[in-house]
Each structure stands twice: as structure tokens, then as C-alpha cells.
């Protein structure tokens, strides 16, 4: 809502600067977003336009000779053609800030000779005051302006632009933000003028108005305003309307809209002549109606909007926009005047549906007063009696199916205690009421019975009132307190508290963490999900993408990483490990997918040699798995993996990954056909751990377990097997013995003088017992049990 | 073979000769070994004493003795000479301290991470647990049960993304627009007291800016009890700003409006840049405003089943990336999410 302060000083009187008043209505929730100053035009000045000759060198120039007061007589050389000799005008001295006429580019004002004539100064078009656009002709001032006087003494003005929350719908008129600057200040405010001479004839009679559907519409007031003359509003009232961004259009449609901006209600006037069957219908549309509306756009209508209906079919869409068919035009000369209450989100859903938002369905959409139609309807005819010379006639034709009581609230001394924490005294909480408009009576021994004033149709409950006391009286003025009641029980938060250890374990392995969007586009999921898996489950689609790029809630983050990762190459070599921890989101049927905490993590890049240079093995599977290893580690579980195949990845480099027989997850060396996809020139492996999944095989806490007083005997053992045995397995037989400690691989080795298609495997064992020192010959015993039991399970043989 | 004991004088002037050779710890332990050992020249002769007569064996194990004490004394000596002159070669063996050292690579939470955690710590601190929701939710949760039917003027604060799917024709599924739902959602399933934060995504459908995502993260709280006030909002809400931000933080209180909460406020911290008079940051306001907040709205709480008129409770919700880009002095919340690694590795 755009108040120029001018306009807001008719209705109270401005006591604090403009900065303070914006301080104070921002803090009592009206929040001032801008503060826009025009007129302090320094050096231009109001002049009295003397003698207008000929230029002696060019025909379309003339030379003027101004008063600017003070015994100075300067002489100008001026293009425009509407100049005149005695008018007033906006004289520019040497040395004035200026707009350019031509380059719209801010300039100062030097003497300057034009066309071999001096020219002292300059008189100024609208644009070069920055007022509008206009540059056709120079700014011509009222006759009475002051001789001499700064420019800015009568025109110019500062905007305040106030952020109206959607419950005060009184604020968005210059009235109602003139209430709330009072209540601020302390000041009164002004009501604006009603009054008028009613004319013989009886509006009743010249109209009939008819609710069909009183649950959309509450109140219909219909006024009459004959011998209307439909011209140019007047330009203060022009001003005003362009100062709160509204464009003049003719003096009865201004008349309407600067109603509505003063007071806050929508108004429609249609021409009365154009009123088919003198007789107005509001209901809703029926299928198949069509509209043709002022602004020339056609729109076919459904059953839920409510139309303005004349004798013969539609004339406007209640509340949204009038028709075409009845507007006014310079031809008009009786008015029918509309002031009306609606049903605010009737009003909203048909402004969205016909994607129109205009000012007022904007102020119909919350809610409005349903006494303010009578209060708007009398200013405006006021106005057009004034303006326009119309003979308003006799009454006006009022239909109020909508009829409320009165709302008295009852507001406890102790509520307001308990909701803002302090006991407001008696006569400061009826100050604070009255000073809004509210009526306060004191109801001993301990309550409140407030009427709010008819505006303030947001104010419902006690707790309304107790904000406004406390608003008024200064949330900041209100003191500090800590909780005081006892702290809830614990409930603990297992996943999530699982998920932060993960993030944490996944960055003390050297990765850093990103987050990206939760949407992606088919695209970034089809390169990493096979078509089963797509088919599994098909990502939740939006209806209104911010674009095409974010319209799928992702399955996977399989694609968020490869992207990340591909940004962040920049040509370099470098080791990159990176991984996210957010939600997959799952469809189900009838439900709220299923949001799953899931974590992926992919290490590309070569490793690096002393200094960091790029120079080592380009990361692979291993390297994932180191990774992998460590998250798993921290959370205290050991993971086996069997070779799987995923789409993703690269066969024979991939697995899943098992916890007991649950799968968590799958690790892997990205295919080529991947990476290219993605631009990432260089191999990439990847890892996805299903959080959910993990939760049950994480251990609590850690259980320690006594360290052996006794000695460790250390041995190595090689073996040699079939190449497609896996060494996990072999690990995991040589575990299972109970004098062994740990196995450890550290070598494995292809190639002469192991046979073709045998690989040696060597393990780094540690013999511990608990109890006891163990004995050669008990090592020697218990290794020969696992060579055994090798040579049976996997065909191994000792290598000598 | 010389059955016959070397003499003492012999293996006197045989060790000093050789020990003066020993030019390094191994030659010196030679040494040792074939003088001192348990087979060296010296012991052997010491062991032969017994055999000998009364006389000469008291001559012979005085000398004998005398000479083990000196070849040990020479032995320490000679040790320690070799070890200084090691160290010496270490010492001049000088490396460039200035080189830096080998890199381990070091992995970082996203500061959106780091901020969210800070924040429920500190919420932690006074009381609060956290708990979650989900980010694709109801209608009825995101907006009807926070008193903003379909058609409230107030749901154009709250742009939303909708999902193209529904369940009888009836909820509407969205991506939600803020963690507010859960308010409610927690107050279904627990009684009074409450008091809880919930982090979460958030998304709205919003054109991004220098200060503005479509994706944001925000932390809501709740607490509900009796005789909980506006000064304990007041209270809760500038400790949070005290601890996150410091002990100077000035916090200010201004009149807002959400449906759900009555009365209503949005709460600023002076700007960290200017203290307050003023600059581009604040919008020279002097004022950066961080959160919302309000008295529980006493319908919600009655449609949970609470007495209003014994239970009341405040909520407030806070946007993570606003905190992050004030404590960070970050230009633009469009860095948190481009992933950027010149910009994560900073934090």
C-alpha cells in the first residue's frame, strides 16, 4: 500500500518525522518496506512567466522572460509548445539537479547558449523533475502557486510504501493507516467528508437490486447520480491517485478509486443508461456465461463465481472486475453506484481462477467490514456531487441479508496476564483500546467488555484484543522471563541420531559434505536408475515446477553427487570425495511417500603425492571402500559385500552391501557410460547406505572386552587358491578359529611362479588366548586345523 | 693351541687399539662382545681364576678386575662419543622448515550442517529436543490445521510447490512450505509439556535471488505448558540470539502476522556490521530481522485437545540459510546449494 503523507495528513496531523513514523508502524506490525522522496528539488523554484518572444534563430524556439521573485527577471530559451506567457511554472536556476529529457539521465544545470542566444536557467517538463514521463510540454503550475517559492512547497511528496499483513484489510486504505499514525502518536484522527444534498427522485425507484445468493454476498448499497459530467478529474485528485500509483482515468472512475484508496472499499460505477432493465442481480454464474470485462479480456465463467448481474445477463465479476457493456464513458451522465461486501475467499478463488488480481479483490479477498459499503457509498457521492456536479437522488437502495451483531468481547485480566506475562495496568489498557477505535468498558472486578470499531473485522477473540494492547503498548517495553516448567521427558530420536553420526563419520573420512536440491529432472534419474528400479518406485511429480529442471522429487542422490562432482573438476586431477546425507522420497499408494534417510558418496580424482600433486592411482573401488570401511567403522558394525550388478555401476566392480541379510546399501566403480553423461572424464566410485536399514545392526554403545595379559604370537600365512575365490570369505574362515586374534590380508599376488588362474593370498594372523601363553606346539596345531580346513573350503594350498 | 691365558697387559694394549678403531655403534659392539662378552678375551681370563694358585690368582684378579673396569669406562666413552657425532650429522643435515607439511585431506560438514546443529545445541541448552516431519506433507498440516483454509488470503505467504498427486481427490499433497506443521503433528501424539525444535527442508515456489532459495531450512519450536507467556518467548528467543550471535546482541520485537499464532511477532538482531546505524546489509535500517514467533493460536490448541484456558504455548520458526548468511557474511544464499567447493572448504 503506497501512502503518500501529503494525502495521509489530511485525515491526522503528522507530529514525528517520517523516519520515527516508519519506525513506529513497522513496530506495531504496519512494516514500512520504503521511504520515496520526490520534491526537494534544490534550485528550482516557482515562476511567473512574463513575455514570450520569438528566438531570433530557430523558429521552434522562443525566448521567455521570468519573475522568480526577488527583483530577479531571468531569460530562458524554451522549445515547448504549450508555453504561454502568464502562466506559472518550474523555473530551474544554474546549478539545479535535473533529470535529462532525452537520456532520462540525472545532470546538473549549467548557463549554456542555445542557438547563439544566452540562456540563465531553464523551465522544466515533468520528466526533468522526475515526476513522470512527460516531455511533450514544460510542467504548468496552478495560477495561485507562490511566487518565488521552492518547487517542493507545493508539489512533491514522500511515499511511505506500508507491507499489509492479510488480516488488516484497513490498512490498506489511507484512513486506516491515518487511525493506526494516531494511535501511534497520540494524535485524533479525521474522518473524511459524507455530506450531501439528496435530489427528489428516490433511488428505489430508479433501481432494483437483488441477492440471490446471500451466503457470497451480505450487502449490496446501490446509489443514483444523475446529471453527472464525466471529465477530467481535477488535479489535486489526480495527483493523489498518481502518487499511490493509480492512473487517472475519468473524474467518476477516479472518484471510485480514490475512495477505495482512502477508505479501503472497493466501488463500481455503471452507467445507468446501460443498466438493462434497471435492475441489479447478484449471483452466481450459471455454465456457459461469458464476460467481456473493462480491461477488453474475455472469460468464460463457472458455476462458483458470483456475478453482478443486470436485467439481462452478466455486467461485472462481483468484487474482481466490471464489464465492458456498462462502463462509464464521457457520454454518461447517470451514475449507478455499487458498494458491496462479498465473501472474501469466494472473491479470491474467482480472482485466481480468471487470474485477475486487481485492488479490489485484493481488499475483498480478507474480509471487509460490512459497514464500511455505506460509509465508502456516501463519500463517493459526496464526491461525485462535489466533482462531477451530480444530483445524487433520494436514499439509496441498501440490501443487508448479511446482518451481524455487534461483537462484544470479554477479555479476563488474568488472560491478559498469562499470554503476555504482564499485568497491564486498568487505564493504560483503555487507553491503548480507545485510542484504536475500540469502545473499552470495565466490568469490576476483573474484566473487559471491548467493542472493536466496525474496521477492524480481524479482531475476534480475546487474545486479538490482548495483542492489540500489547502491540500498542510495545512488545519491546514487555520484560524478559525464562521457562519455568520442567523439561519433558526424553524421547529419543534413534534414526536421526544416527544419520548425525554418520555425517560425521563420512566427513572425519575426508569427504566434504553438500546439499542439493530434493528435485531433480527425469533426466539425472534415468541416468543412474534402471528401468526396474524406475518402475519400482516413479518419483513423485510436481503440478508447478519451478522449471524443468526441478520437477521430480529424487529417488536416488546418485545423480546430485555426479553433478557436484563434475563441477568441481575445473581440470584438475585432484582427489575429490564428497557425499550428501538427505531423504529419497519413496511413493506409496494413498499415502505420503516414504522419505528415506540415505547417504551417498562418491571419491574421484587421483591420490596425491607428497605435496598433494595429483600423481597417484586414480581412485577406484577400493578407495570407496576405504571410505565405506570407516563410516562403518565408526558406528561400530562390519559390513560383508556380494557382487551384485547395478545399473550404475561397472559389472564386476560392484556389490551390495550386507548386514547380516539385510541389504544397506551398494558400493561401486561408476561405468563409463555414466560418468560420460555426466562429463567426468575420469573413473569415479560411489557408495549409497540405506540409514533406516543400518539402524538395527548398529550397536548402542560399545561393550569393551578385556585385553589379553598374555602374548600374541604373530604368523604369516600364504595360501594359494582358484582366482575367483574371494578372499572375504577366506578371511572370514581363518576368524572363525578361536585361538585366532585377527587375520589380516596383506598381499595379493598374480603371476609366475603361482599357476595361471590361481592367485596367492597372504594374511598377517595373530594366535591370542586369554588365559594363557600359547605354546609353539599349539599354534603349529591350530594352524594346521585352518590349512585344513582351507585346502577344503576354497582348495588352497600353502605356498612353500 | 695356546692353551696358555692371554696376559693382562696384552689384552690391554690389543683393547685400547681396537676400541680406537670402533667408528661406529655396530664395530663398537664387536668390540664389546670379544672383549666383554661372554666369550671375550677379558672373561674368559677372569673365569680362568679359579684354577689358579691362592698367589697368583689374587695378583691376576686385582689386575684382571682393574682392566674391566677401565675397558668398560672406555667403552661408555667411546659410546657416547659415536652418538654425539650421529647427532652432530643429523644436525647439519638441515631440512627447509618452510616446506609444508604432507596434506591429510580434511572433510567438512556444509555450513548449512554446522549452523543447524549450532542452533539446536544452543535450543538444546534450554530445554528443547528435536524431533522431525516429513517434507512432503498434507494440505491439512502445512495449512487447514494451522488456520489457513483454501482461499485464506494468508496463503500468499507461502507459495507453494504442489505434488500432481491425490488421494481421494480431497488432500492435496505438497512439498511443505514451512517445519509449522509440525506443530501440529506433535501435538497430536503428546501431551503438555512440550517443548520442541524441528529442523527440516523447506521449499516454497519462489524465484531465487541474492536472498532467496526455493529450497530453505528451517528450525521450528514449540513449547507448550502452563503458564507459559510472551516474556518467555521474549526471554527464550533473545537468549538463542545471545548465544548464537553473542552477549551484546540487541534483539527488538515487532507486531506480525501468521494465523497460527496470536499475537504475533518477528523478531530483529541489530546488524552485525554497522551495531545498529544503519548500512547495506540492514537495509539501513540498523535492524536484521531473523525470525517469527507467536503466542500458540488458542483454537490450535483446542483442536488438540488442550485446555486454552490452561495450557498456552509459544512457537517460533527461524530460517537456518538467514542465520548462516549473517554469521558467515555471506553475500548470497545462492552459494549454500551451488556446492562450490571454494566456497565449502572455507567453513
Known amino acids: 500500500m503506497r501512502v503518500p503523507l501529503r494525502w495521509l495528513s489530511e485525515y491526522v496531523d503528522l507530529t514525528v518525522d517520517t523516519a520515527e513514523l516508519a519506525r513506529r508502524l513497522t513496530v506495531a506490525g504496519a512494516e514500512v518496506s520504503e521511504i520515496v522522496s520526490t520534491g526537494s528539488w534544490a534550485g528550482v523554484v516557482i515562476a511567473h512567466v512574463e513575455k514570450v518572444e520569438p528566438h531570433p534563430n530557430a523558429d521552434r524556439l522562443v525566448l521567455a522572460t521570468v519573475d522568480i521573485g526577488g527583483g530577479e527577471h531571468p531569460r530562458v530559451v524554451c522549445g515547448a509548445p504549450n508555453l504561454r506567457g502568464g502562466q506559472k511554472v518550474a523555473y530551474a536556476g544554474v546549478g539545479a539537479s535535473l533529470i535529462g529529457g532525452h537520456d532520462g539521465e540525472p545532470f546538473v544545470l549549467k548557463a549554456a547558449r542555445i542557438r547563439g542566444v544566452e540562456s540563465t536557467g531553464m523551465i522544466c517538463s515533468e520528466k526533468e523533475l522526475g515526476l513522470s514521463d512527460e516531455h511533450e510540454g514544460i510542467l504548468v503550475l496552478p495560477d495561485q502557486a507562490p511566487l518565488g517559492q521552492p518547487l517542493g512547497s507545493i508539489i512533491g511528496d514522500t511515499i511511505i510504501e506500508v507491507e499489509v499483513t492479510a488480516n488488516r484489510p484497513d490498512w490498506l486504505s489511507i484512513v486506516g493507516i491515518a487511525r493506526e499514525v494516531a494511535a501511534l502518536t497520540g494524535e485524533r484522527w479525521r474522518d473524511p467528508t459524507l455530506q450531501y444534498a439528496e435530489g427528489k427522485k428516490s433511488?428505489?425507484?430508479?433501481?432494483?437490486?437483488?441477492?440471490?445468493?446471500?451466503?457470497?454476498?451480505?450487502?449490496?448499497?446501490?446509489?443514483?447520480?444523475?446529471?453527472?459530467?464525466?471529465?477530467?478529474?481535477?488535479?489535486?485528485?489526480?495527483?493523489?491517485?498518481?502518487?499511490?500509483?493509480?492512473?487517472?482515468?475519468?473524474?467518476?472512475?477516479?472518484?471510485?478509486?480514490?475512495?477505495?484508496?482512502?477508505?479501503?472499499?472497493?466501488?463500481?460505477?455503471?452507467?445507468?443508461?446501460?443498466?438493462?432493465?434497471?435492475?441489479?442481480?447478484?449471483?452466481?454464474?450459471?455454465?456457459?456465461?461469458?464476460?467481456?470485462?473493462?480491461?477488453?479480456?474475455?472469460?468464460?465463467?463457472?458455476?462458483?463465481?458470483?456475478?453482478?448481474?443486470?436485467?439481462?445477463?452478466?455486467?461485472?465479476?462481483?468484487?474482481?472486475?466490471?464489464?465492458?457493456?456498462?462502463?462509464?464513458?464521457?457520454?454518461?451522465?447517470?451514475?449507478?453506484?455499487?458498494?458491496?461486501?462479498?465473501?472474501?475467499?469466494?472473491?479470491?478463488?474467482?480472482?485466481?481462477?480468471?487470474?485477475?488480481?486487481?485492488?479490489?479483490?485484493?481488499?475483498?479477498?480478507?474480509?471487509?467490514?460490512?459497514?464500511?459499503?455505506?460509509?465508502?457509498?456516501?463519500?463517493?457521492?459526496?464526491?461525485?456531487?462535489?466533482?462531477?456536479?451530480?444530483?445524487?437522488?433520494?436514499?439509496?437502495?441498501?440490501?443487508?441479508?448479511?446482518?451481524?451483531?455487534?461483537?462484544?468481547?470479554?477479555?479476563?485480566?488474568?488472560?491478559?496476564?498469562?499470554?503476555?506475562?504482564?499485568?497491564?495496568?486498568?487505564?493504560?489498557?483503555?487507553?491503548?483500546?480507545?485510542?484504536?477505535?475500540?469502545?473499552?468498558?470495565?466490568?469490576?472486578?476483573?474484566?473487559?467488555?471491548?467493542?472493536?470499531?466496525?474496521?477492524?473485522?480481524?479482531?475476534?477473540?480475546?487474545?486479538?484484543?490482548?495483542?492489540?494492547?500489547?502491540?500498542?503498548?510495545?512488545?519491546?517495553?514487555?520484560?524478559t522471563s525464562r521457562l519455568a516448567g520442567e523439561i519433558p521427558d526424553f524421547v529419543p530420536q534413534p534414526e536421526r541420531s544416527l544419520r548425525e553420526r554418520v555425517r560425521d563419520a563420512a566427513a572425519d573420512a575426508g569427504l566434504q559434505e553438500i546439499i542439493t536440491y530434493s528435485m531433480t529432472d527425469m533426466e539425472g534419474l534415468t541416468r543412474v536408475l534402471g528401468p526396474e528400479e524406475m518402475a519400482l518406485n516413479p518419483p513423485l511429480r510436481l503440478s508447478n515446477p519451478l522449471s524443468r529442471q526441478f520437477e521430480f522429487a529424487r529417488t536416488t542422490l546418485r545423480h546430485a553427487l555426479l553433478q557436484t562432482l563434475a563441477h568441481n573438476m575445473r581440470g584438475s586431477q585432484e582427489r575429490i570425495g564428497l557425499f550428501e546425507v538427505a531423504r529419497v522420497y519413496l511413493p506409496r499408494e494413498g499415502d505420503l511417500p516414504e522419505e528415506r534417510e540415505t547417504l551417498c558418496a562418491v571419491v574421484s580424482g587421483r591420490a596425491s603425492g607428497r605435496w598433494g600433486s595429483p600423481t597417484g592411482e586414480q581412485a577406484g573401488f577400493y578407495d570407496a571402500k576405504m571410505v565405506l570401511a570407516y563410516v562403518l567403522g565408526a558406528l561400530g558394525v562390519s559390513a560383508d559385500y556380494r557382487d551384485s550388478v547395478d545399473f550404475a555401476f561397472l559389472p564386476g566392480r560392484t556389490a551390495e552391501i550386507r548386514l547380516g541379510e539385510d541389504r544397506v546399501g551398494s558400493i561401486g566403480e561408476v561405468h563409463p557410460r555414466v560418468l560420460s553423461e555426466f562429463d567426468i572424464g575420469q573413473p569415479a566410485a560411489m557408495f549409497e547406505l540405506d540409514i533406516a536399514a543400518l539402524l538395527p545392526h548398529v550397536p548402542e554403545g560399545v561393550h569393551h572386552k578385556p585385553v589379553s595379559q598374555y602374548p600374541a604370537v604373530e604368523e604369516d600365512l600364504a595360501v594359494i587358491v582358484s582366482g575367483d575365490v574371494r578372499a572375504g570369505d577366506v578371511i572370514g574362515a581363518i576368524q572363525s578359529f578361536p585361538l585366532v586374534a585377527s587375520a589380516r590380508i596383506f598381499d595379493v599376488y598374480t603371476g609366475e611362479p603361482v599357476p595361471v588362474g590361481r592367485k596367492s593370498l597372504a594374511f598377517a594372523v595373530s594366535y591370542q588366548a586369554a588365559d594363557r601363553t600359547l605354546g609353539d606346539a599349539e599354534v603349529a596345531k591350530q594352524r594346521g586345523r585352518i590349512v585344513e580346513r582351507l585346502k577344503r573350503d576354497f582348495g588352497a594350498e600353502l605356498r612353500a | 693351541m695356546n692353551t696358555e691365558p692371554d696376559s693382562v697387559s696384552e689384552i690391554e694394549s690389543a683393547a685400547l687399539r681396537d676400541l680406537g678403531a670402533a667408528a661406529d655403534a655396530a664395530s663398537l659392539e664387536d668390540w664389546r662382545v670379544s672383549y666383554l662378552g661372554r666369550k671375550g678375551r677379558l672373561t674368559l681370563l677372569l673365569r680362568s681364576l679359579p684354577q689358579l694358585a691362592m698367589e697368583e690368582r689374587k695378583v691376576l684378579g686385582a689386575s684382571g678386575n682393574a682392566l674391566k673396569q677401565r675397558l668398560e669406562d672406555g667403552y661408555e666413552q667411546r659410546r657416547e662419543a659415536l652418538e654425539r657425532r650421529r647427532i652432530d650429522e643429523v644436525i647439519s643435515d638441515r631440512i627447509d622448515v618452510t616446506l609444508p607439511g604432507y596434506p591429510l585431506p580434511r572433510g567438512r560438514l556444509h555450513p548449512i550442517t554446522q549452523t543447524t546443529r549450532d542452533m539446536l545445541a544452543v535450543f538444546a541448552g534450554m530445554g528443547f529436543q528435536t524431533v522431525e516431519g516429513p517434507e512432503v506433507e498434507w494440505d491439512h498440516y502445512n495449512f487447514e490445521a494451522l488456520r489457513i483454509p483454501a482461499d485464506h488470503p494468508a496463503r500468499d505467504m507461502w507459495d507453494t510447490l504442489w505434488i500432481d498427486y491425490e488421494v481421494d481427490g480431497k488432500r492435496p499433497m505438497l512439498l511443505r512450505t514451512h517445519t509449522s506443521p509440525n506443530q501440529v503433528r506433535f501435538m497430536e501424539t503428546h501431551e503438555p509439556p512440550i517443548r520442541i525444535v524441528v529442523p527440516g527442508k523447506c521449499y516454497r515456489f519462489e524465484a531465487t535471488d541474492a536472498t532467496h532459495e526455493w529450497m530453505l531450512t528451517q528450525i521450528e519450536g514449540l513449547a507448550v505448558d502452563k503458564g507459559?507467556?510472551?516474556?518467555?518467548?521474549?526471554?527464550?528467543?533473545?537468549?538463542?540470539?545471545?548465544?548464537?550471535?553473542?552477549?551484546?546482541?540487541?534483539?527488538?520485537?515487532?507486531?506480525?502476522?501468521?494465523?497460527?499464532?496470536?499475537?504475533?511477532?518477528?523478531?530483529?538482531?541489530?546488524?552485525?556490521?554497522?551495531?545498529?546505524?544503519?548500512?547495506?546489509?540492514?537495509?539501513?535500517?540498523?535492524?536484521?530481522?531473523?525470525?517469527?514467533?507467536?503466542?500458540?493460536?488458542?483454537?490450535?490448541?483446542?483442536?488438540?485437545?488442550?485446555?486454552?484456558?490452561?495450557?498456552?504455548?509459544?512457537?517460533?520458526?527461524?530460517?537456518?540459510?538467514?542465520?548462516?548468511?549473517?554469521?558467515y557474511g555471506v553475500d548470497d544464499i545462492r552459494h549454500f546449494y551451488s556446492n562450490d567447493l571454494r566456497f565449502l572448504r572455507q567453513f
Open chain 2, 228 to 327: 507459559i507467556s510472551l516474556t518467555d518467548l521474549k526471554g527464550t528467543l533473545a537468549e538463542f540470539a545471545r548465544r548464537l550471535f553473542g552477549q551484546d546482541r540487541r534483539v527488538t520485537f515487532r507486531c506480525s502476522y501468521f494465523p497460527f499464532v496470536e499475537p504475533g511477532m518477528e523478531i530483529s538482531i541489530d546488524c552485525f556490521i554497522c551495531r545498529g546505524e544503519g548500512c547495506r546489509t540492514c537495509h539501513y535500517g540498523g535492524w536484521i530481522e531473523i525470525l517469527g514467533a507467536g503466542m500458540v493460536h488458542p483454537e490450535i490448541l483446542a483442536n488438540m485437545g488442550y485446555d486454552p484456558g490452561i495450557y498456552t504455548g509459544f512457537a517460533f520458526g527461524v530460517g537456518v540459510e538467514r542465520i548462516a548468511l549473517l554469521r
Open chain 1, 203 to 479: 433511488a428505489a425507484k430508479m433501481a432494483k437490486v437483488e441477492i440471490a445468493d446471500k451466503d457470497l454476498c451480505f450487502r449490496y448499497i446501490g446509489g443514483v447520480i444523475e446529471g453527472v459530467k464525466v471529465g477530467d478529474s481535477p488535479a489535486w485528485l489526480k495527483d493523489r491517485l498518481t502518487a499511490a500509483g493509480m492512473r487517472p482515468i475519468n473524474s467518476v472512475v477516479d472518484i471510485t478509486n480514490y475512495v477505495m484508496l482512502e477508505m479501503g472499499q472497493p466501488l463500481h460505477a455503471f452507467d445507468y443508461e446501460k443498466v438493462r432493465g434497471k435492475q441489479i442481480i447478484v449471483r452466481r454464474a450459471r455454465a456457459g456465461e461469458k464476460i467481456t470485462l473493462i480491461d477488453g479480456s474475455r472469460h468464460d465463467l463457472t458455476e462458483n463465481m458470483l456475478l453482478i448481474c443486470d436485467g439481462e445477463g452478466p455486467t461485472a465479476v462481483a468484487g474482481v472486475m466490471g464489464g465492458g457493456e456498462s462502463e462509464v464513458s464521457a457520454e454518461t451522465t447517470t451514475v449507478f453506484l455499487e458498494a458491496a461486501n462479498f465473501l472474501g475467499p469466494s472473491i479470491r478463488r474467482t480472482s485466481q481462477a480468471l487470474k485477475l488480481r486487481t485492488d479490489a479483490s485484493t481488499r475483498f479477498e480478507k474480509g471487509l467490514s460490512r459497514q464500511l459499503p455505506a460509509i465508502a457509498a456516501a463519500r463517493a457521492i459526496h464526491l461525485m456531487a462535489e466533482i462531477c456536479g451530480g444530483k445524487p437522488a433520494q436514499g439509496i437502495i441498501d440490501v443487508f441479508p448479511g446482518v451481524e451483531k455487534d461483537r462484544r468481547i470479554t477479555v479476563t485480566m488474568e488472560r491478559l496476564v498469562k499470554v503476555i506475562g504482564l499485568e497491564v495496568p486498568n487505564g493504560e489498557v483503555r487507553r491503548i483500546l480507545s485510542s484504536l477505535g475500540f469502545t473499552c468498558r470495565w466490568l469490576p472486578p476483573d474484566r473487559f467488555i471491548v467493542k472493536p470499531p466496525y474496521w477492524r473485522t480481524d479482531v475476534m477473540i480475546a487474545d486479538d484484543v490482548i495483542e492489540e494492547i500489547a502491540r500498542i503498548y510495545g512488545y519491546d517495553q514487555l520484560p
